[in-house]
């Protein structure tokens, strides 16, 4: 590294790397997966740490092929630049599942609710496990709940859309708190009444579904069509309007213009002097 990117190091505190788990961090036993350091470009050192047993590695990249329970736990990772070190990461918390078995999961008053109102999602352990956990399908992470024997509940407050989905818990003990059962078998919350309701025809009484609505959408298509061809006819009339009032205003500025005057004959001009002509002058005499 350069002295200037050394002393700009020196003045700049480091921001902190992320370390994330693929596919998860809730990881069944004998499966795989890969935990992944990241920082900005140009580190010149990474290192993996595991807090209990304390051990690390020098490398941004851990993969475990097979899960097994004593990779179960927290880890954390940081990075050298120069002779800087940066802070550590958040805490991840890798998880073993499946060392003991499943317990249930179930909803109460029922796993079908109207939006606005309560439901609560009920784990219960065969087992003395004192902690819970409820993960849904799609989130981030499981959330767990305060220590409680053999059941927990999870209540879901003032339910919206959001809240439909599946979820699974699992038990653990808080002597192990990165040892977790099995999940429990998938329990699908549903949110009635998110969909558009059926619409009645205020004349008829009879309900209007998707052929109506299909109707009127071409009613629709039909009039921005024709508002459309109308506005075209009515630019053709007016622009073919102003052609032949621009037709007529000239004509009309050629018939007004004044005419040039006509040049005098010899005769006219001989007879205004006043001279007589030759048959006047035989009469005469």
Not at 17 to 41: E, H
Request: hydrophobic share 35%.
């Amino acid at each position: 590294m350069s002295p200037f990117l050394s002393t700009l190091f020196c003045l700049v505190p480091l921001p902190k790397p992320s370390l994330q788990a693929s596919p998860s961090a809730l990881v069944p036993l004998k499966k795989s997966v890969i935990i992944q350091c990241q920082g900005p470009p140009g580190v010149d050192l990474y290192r993996l740490e595991k807090l209990k047993p304390r051990s690390y590695e020098d490398q941004a990249v851990l993969s475990i092929p097979v899960m097994k329970e004593s990779f179960a736990g927290q880890y954390r990772c940081s990075y050298q630049n120069g002779t800087l070190w940066s802070p550590p990461s958040d805490l991840l918390d890798l998880v073993a599942t499946g060392v003991f078995s499943k317990p249930s999961l179930s909803a109460w008053p029922s796993s079908a609710v109207s939006p606005g109102r309560d439901v609560t999602l009920s784990c219960q352990a065969q087992y003395g496990f004192d902690r819970f956990a409820l993960h849904k399908e799609g989130d981030p992470g499981p959330s767990k709940s305060p220590e409680r024997w053999y059941q927990a509940e999870f209540p879901i407050i003032t339910v919206t859309a959001a809240h439909s989905g599946t979820y699974r818990c699992y038990s653990f003990s808080s002597s192990s708190p990165y040892l977790w059962s099995h999940p429990s078998d998938p329990l699908e919350l549903v949110v009635t009444g998110t969909s558009k309701n059926t619409v009645f025809s205020t004349e008829s009484g009879s309900p209007t579904g998707p052929p109506h609505q299909h109707y009127t959408e071409g009613n629709l298509v039909r009039i921005c069509l024709g508002a459309v061809i109308l506005v075209l006819l009515v630019g053709i009339l007016a622009e073919d309007w102003h052609s032949r009032k621009k037709l007529l205003v000239h004509r009309v500025r050629a018939v007004q213009r004044p005419l040039p005057p006509l040049p005098q004959t010899q005769k006219l001009h001989s007879q205004d002097r006043g001279q007589p002509n030759a048959h006047s002058h035989g009469c005469h005499h």
